[in-house]
């Protein structure tokens, strides 16, 4: 990774699969990658990951991009991607009103310098006001004092489930459930 900037990151939105290029597919992968090898709790329980994983992931998120439904946001310092993160809706009438987000991850060099919390201002900015979301959802791994993180950011917890995640033996971690409301 080549020396980044000290500024606030220029931010990206995807909301079609075709918009992604390759370049950017690749970029998101190694994020992942670095996150999860890191200890970070992006999506996958084995303690080490490569391509093979991560990719396919990706591919997941990508296809099932669309502008009502599913949008990437990625933040880029100097040319680089540098984080990202999935903004979700299911859109059944029962819960339409509401969304999720997932794979909230920064590359590691830029951990510290606002590179986060950018991208979960601007997620809430696009839930509130491209998309029509009245409220926001996210699960964290207990453990990592995330919850610290997005309650300096507004988000609350509103329950847990204990031992939820199961990494390894005898290594079992809380699923933490936040909301963001209203938006």
Known sequence: MTRLAT?????????WPGDVPASLHHALTECWIEVTNAGGAAGFHVPRIDARQAAPAVDRIVGRLDPVTSRL???????EMVGWLNLRRDPSELIAHWGTLHHVQTRLSVRGRGVGSALMREAHRVA??????EQLHL?????RNLE????????????????AFRLGPGNDQDQILMVLTPL
């Not at 500024?7 to 909301?15: A, H, I, K, V």
């Not at 509130?128 to 979301?133: A, K, N, T, V, Y």
């Open 139 to 143: 699960t964290a791994r207990g453990g």
């Open 73 to 79: 946001v990625t933040a880029w310092l100097d040319g």
């Open 148 to 163: 610290d993180f997005y309650g300096r950011l507004g988000w609350y917890e509103v329950g847990r489930w204990p031992a």
């Open 128 to 133: 509130r006001d491209e998309m029509g979301l």
């Open 7 to 15: 500024r606030l990151p220029t931010l990206r939105q995807y909301s």
